[in-house]
């Protein structure tokens, strides 16, 4: 069955960074790590950065332009999240998330259209 796992989260001082990782196992073809969402309480999920599967393709939401950074290692088959300047409103559970390859990345992170969930990492900034 399909395992998706993320890691790296933690807690952090305002102006800090952290790098979350990603992998995955038995996805179906056709479907790949797509990128980033988080979740904080009382709010709903949404997509923070997408990557296409030809990394050609990236999409940010407006929050966290010029502070994040989506990438992959395809040999590893892993994704990445590096966030810097973290902020506290930037505190969420952060998942992983696999979606069809026929998308557009922005209607993945916008719509939230993805297959495959991890369990999420927890990100806490403190002021």
């Known amino acids: 069955h399909v395992r998706v796992v993320e890691s790296g989260g933690g807690l952090v001082q305002a102006g800090g960074s952290l790098r979350l990782s990603c992998t995955a196992s038995e996805l179906e073809h056709g479907v790949y790590l797509v990128g980033w969402f988080r979740q904080a309480p009382g709010k709903e999920r949404e997509g923070v950065a997408c990557l296409s599967w030809g990394d050609d393709i990236i999409y940010y939401i407006d929050s966290v332009k010029g502070r994040f950074t989506v990438s992959r290692d395809k040999s590893k088959n892993t994704l990445y999240l590096e966030m810097n300047s973290l902020m506290p409103d930037d505190t969420a559970m952060y998942y992983c998330?696999?979606?069809?390859?026929?998308?557009?990345?922005?209607?993945?992170?916008?719509?939230?259209?993805?297959?495959?969930w991890g369990r999420g990492t927890q990100v806490t900034v403190s002021s």
């Open positions: 998330a696999a979606a069809e390859i026929f998308r557009t990345v922005t209607n993945i992170c916008v719509h939230v259209i993805t297959t495959d």
